[in-house]
């Protein structure tokens, strides 16, 4: 099945800097990859996406990049606030449509 | 529109007890899908339902666990007997079709003692 690896685990920022979180799959059939943020007691939210058939996808301060040749695609939060603090989730769906998650990453956003 | 809802959000049981979980997904979505997340962990699948039917069970325990969903709309899913190690968030998602997003619900969060 997909394996999807996620890095960093853990990733603290200042209040106005960047955020980057990368992850890898190794399935070459995927074309669905989408981002999770979960924040403490809640379920997890879908905040962007993008399929194979484009390269980057923007929504505001978010954006995912996709390079399927290297089969890696990235999450990118910019002028990062408090409240994106939260535990950040990619997956890509294996076979049966359903998704695999990476291990998450826990971003802290400083004032 | 109401989102994924779920209940209980939160279950303490002894060993050996029986519990359900209980979700009803968005409207009009025919895909449901119960994932489990362990602490520190990203969602896991254990089964996957195309209205009625379960099309994607290959990770559930089946000896001890048991999933329905009558009439292709509310799913629950049910642990008998529980152990120790069956503590977990039991997410529930739902989607429009195949292939298309996962909305989730807030999980419930099951403590065996």
């Known amino acids: 099945g997909e394996n999807v690896e996620q890095h960093p685990s853990t990733l603290s920022v200042q209040e106005g800097d960047s955020a980057v979180i990368k992850c890898t799959y190794s399935d070459s059939a995927s074309n669905y990859f989408p981002w999770y943020k979960q924040e403490l007691g809640k379920g997890p939210q879908l905040i962007i996406d993008i399929r194979s058939n484009v390269g980057e996808k923007k929504d505001q301060r978010i954006a995912v990049t996709l390079n399927k040749t290297a089969k890696h695609f990235s999450l990118h939060i910019t002028e990062t606030q408090p409240e994106d603090s939260a535990v950040y989730f990619c997956a890509s769906p294996n076979g049966g449509y359903a998704l695999n998650f990476g291990k998450g990453t826990s971003l802290l956003v400083t004032p | 529109e109401a989102g994924v809802v779920q209940s209980p959000r939160y279950k303490i049981i002894e060993k050996k007890q029986p519990v359900a979980f209980w979700c009803n997904p968005i409207?009009?979505?025919?895909?449901l899908y119960w994932y489990r997340q362990n602490l520190g962990q990203g969602p896991e699948l254990l089964i996957r339902?195309?209205?009625?039917?379960?099309?994607?069970d290959s990770q559930l325990p089946k000896d001890r666990f048991s999933a329905e969903r009558l009439k292709g709309v509310d799913s629950t899913l049910k642990i008998q007997p529980a152990e120790l190690g069956d503590s977990a968030v039991y997410l529930c998602?739902?989607?429009?079709?195949?292939?298309?997003?996962?909305?989730f619900g807030p999980g419930t969060r099951l403590t065996v003692l």
């Open positions: 409207s009009g979505h025919n895909t």
């Open positions: 998602a739902s989607s429009p079709r195949l292939g298309a997003e996962q909305f």
């Open positions: 339902y195309e209205n009625e039917e379960a099309v994607d």
